[in-house]
């Protein structure tokens, strides 16, 4: 099994200086994009519940669209690990049998939990929409019909009472279910968070304040990729209805368009503040305190990997963004481009931890560099490489294509809780 491992960190990893010879990256752009992911399900949750919960009117259609999208988030957070894996086979082992006993195993509850909490949360606001499509499609000719109207009646559980009184009753469910996925969906992500803060013979992991790092910086960037989904959609929506001559309906949509993002933006502008100064201040306080292992840990952060932290995600993935974002005049251009960095900023966060962590040798007297294979070779050079990286990227927004033919996530002629 050693043999295996070896070949695997082998193929994409180059030493310098003394390395230990059992020393390889093993965790590579899979386990980067783990964390990157259960980050967006999380942020995407906290999107929708500032709606919910906290009664943030201005956001109820950017918060239905990202309760949809935060489901068709979550179980692509779990891909990067099936294809890092070995033994892909024993995947669902931590969902069938959860436990305690390791983070890792946790996983299983905590995953489970979330998904049944936000397809229950779907569930109570959409049911009357659900009701509402079977008795639309009773009389409608042709299989396809056919076939939606089954779909939904499934989708109804049985449940076709859509008095006041239980919608209301939908409604409070609905709520609770976001107060308490809240804390869940943050666990969900904070314990990836935990995994490498508790890892006591790495240096650069090693601090109580990764989880709560890993947890602002996830709802940074899910509220950024839900921004930013929902204008292209919407923009592509406006482009469609001026082609067609509906010029009144494509303003409108830009307007509220507009309105949404500038409310949307003022939260980003929040926890992108926040997110920074627990960075900074892990930073400072490494400094001061000088342990041991500071002296390769600033040579990596200030010689190695000075570009990729300071430059690509304080400067570029941060700073920048920051700046285009509270800069008067903002336009949606901006906004687009300034999301864009701030989702390459964290994505360069997770980078620099998974394998900056990496980089330098438990005989703190050299360096392993990663290069990410780019052009496939084997099953192994795809999985942990570029194209498998970018199909986990891809798959929420196909799973996001389908949940919203039967889940109309933007469609504002639809009345939901």
Not at 14 to 43: C, H
Not at 94 to 118: D, K, N, Q
Not at 174 to 180: E, M, Q, R
Not at 283 to 309: H, N
Request: glycine content about 8%.
């Amino acid at each position: 099994m050693s043999s295996d491992l070896v070949v695997h960190g082998a193929e994409w990893t180059v030493k310098e200086l003394f390395v230990y010879p059992n020393e390889f990256i093993y965790w590579s752009i899979q386990i980067v994009m783990y964390p990157y992911m259960t980050g967006l399900v999380a942020g995407a949750f906290v999107l929708s519940s500032l709606y919910h919960v906290f009664g943030q009117k201005d956001l109820k259609e950017i918060a239905q669209f990202s309760l949809v999208f935060s489901l068709a988030l979550l179980p692509v957070a779990a891909l990067p690990l099936l294809l890092h894996l070995q033994q892909p086979m024993r995947a669902m082992e931590p969902l069938l049998t959860p436990h305690f006993t390791s983070a890792i195993a946790a996983f299983g509850i905590v995953f489970s939990t979330y998904g049944l909490i936000v397809l229950s949360e779907i569930w109570f606001v959409y049911r009357g929409y659900f009701v509402a499509q079977v008795h639309a499609l009773r009389d409608q000719p042709g299989l396809g019909n056919r076939i939606r109207r089954l779909v939904y009646r499934g989708l109804t559980l049985g449940a076709y009472d859509v008095s006041e009184d239980a919608i209301a009753v939908d409604h409070k469910a609905a709520k609770i279910l976001a107060g308490v996925g809240i804390p869940v969906a943050c666990f969900l992500h904070g314990y990836a968070g935990f995994i490498f803060g508790s890892v006591k013979a790495n240096a650069l992991w090693m601090s109580p304040l990764m989880p709560v790092i890993f947890i602002m910086s996830a709802v940074v960037s899910g509220i950024a990729l839900c921004m930013l989904t929902y204008i292209v959609i919407m923009e592509w929506q406006a482009f469609r209805n001026r082609r067609r001559g509906g010029g009144t309906q494509a303003s409108e949509i830009r307007g509220a368009e507009a309105d949404v993002i500038a409310k949307s933006t003022r939260y980003l502008l929040g926890f992108l503040v926040a997110a920074i100064s627990l960075e900074i201040l892990d930073l400072i306080f490494r400094g001061y305190t000088a342990m041991k292992s500071w002296d390769i840990l600033r040579s990596v952060m200030f010689k190695t990997d000075f570009i990729k932290i300071f430059v690509l995600q304080y400067t570029l993935g941060n700073l920048v963004p920051f700046i285009l974002l509270i800069l008067p005049g903002r336009t949606i251009k901006r906004t687009v481009v300034a999301l864009l960095l701030v989702l390459f900023g964290v994505f360069m966060m997770r980078w620099n931890v998974v394998i900056g962590g990496q980089a330098f040798s438990l005989s703190f007297d050299g360096f392993m560099h990663y290069h990410i294979p780019i052009v496939p070779h084997s099953v192994e050079t795809f999985k942990e490489g570029l194209f498998g990286a970018l199909t986990v990227i891809s798959m929420p927004f196909i799973l996001f294509w389908i949940i919203n033919k039967f889940v109309p996530s933007l469609d504002r002629d639809i009345e939901t809780g």
